[in-house]
């Protein structure tokens, strides 16, 4: 089965600074997918951004971009210029049987 | 477009008693996820179906809960007898197709949160 490894319980940063979630994984599918997703203190889950492995460039979309190290299965989300709206929770998860990693929980401090 | 409805959205029953959970993807899609949260995990799937056939149901406790989508549209999850250990956010998500190779993001509903006493 696959695993999905979040090291970083808590995670604290100032406003407009930049922050990088870090995404370990474990599967043996040749082609995989992976994503990254924000819950809210209201609960909803946010897509924020998907990486195919054979994706020859990292993924980016606004001001998220994925640090994709294959050789490593590492899937690092990088969130530039933070705001206070990004407080959260960040969840990494692998597609497939979508496991998804414990989450990390974000503060961005004004 | 509407997003993935979810009812109810609070429950609270006793340990042993039944419950159910209903989900309304979005319209057109054909896969249908239902998960666990527990508070402070991640979310864990407990079963995907793709229109109304079930793709994946390893992880589902399958002497207490069951899950159908007649239709291939709406679905229901049911408890049945609740454990103390099954308070939980149960949510729905719903995407374009199954998660192999391109990229068709699940959008979820807000969740149910069973809390059993």
């Known amino acids: 089965a696959q695993k999905i490894t979040q090291t970083q319980p808590g995670m604290f940063v100032q406003e407009k600074e930049a922050v990088t979630l870090d995404c370990t994984y474990d599967?043996?599918?040749?082609?995989?997918?992976l994503f990254w997703y924000k819950q809210p203190s209201s609960g909803e889950m946010i897509f924020l951004i998907y990486?195919?492995?054979?994706?020859?460039q990292n993924a980016t979309e606004g001001r998220y971009s994925l640090n994709f190290q294959k050789a490593r299965k590492s899937a690092n989300l990088v969130i530039s210029a933070s705001q206070l709206g990004d407080s959260a929770m960040y969840f990494c998860?692998?597609?497939?049987?979508?496991?998804f990693g414990a989450g990390t929980r974000l503060t961005v401090k004004p | 477009e509407a997003g993935v409805a979810q009812s109810p959205r609070y429950k609270i029953i006793e340990k042993r008693q039944s419950v159910a959970f209903w989900c309304n993807p979005i319209?057109?899609?054909?896969?249908l996820y239902w998960y666990q949260q527990i508070l402070g995990q991640g979310p864990k799937l407990l079963i995907q179906?793709?229109?109304?056939?079930?793709?994946?149901d390893s992880q589902l406790p399958k002497d207490r809960f069951s899950a159908e989508r007649l239709k291939g549209v709406d679905s229901t999850l049911k408890i049945q007898p609740a454990k103390l250990e099954d308070s939980a956010v149960y949510l729905c998500?719903?995407?374009?197709?199954?998660?192999?190779?391109?990229?068709?993001?699940?959008?979820f509903g807000p969740g149910t949160r069973l809390t059993v006493t």
């Open positions: 998500a719903s995407s374009l197709i199954r998660y192999r190779g391109p990229s068709y993001e699940q959008y």
């Open positions: 599967t043996s599918d040749p082609s995989y997918g």
């Open positions: 990486q195919g492995s054979y994706d020859q």
């Open positions: 998860a692998v597609a497939g049987d979508m496991r």
């Open positions: 319209s057109g899609h054909a896969t």
């Open positions: 179906f793709q229109n109304n056939g079930v793709v994946d």
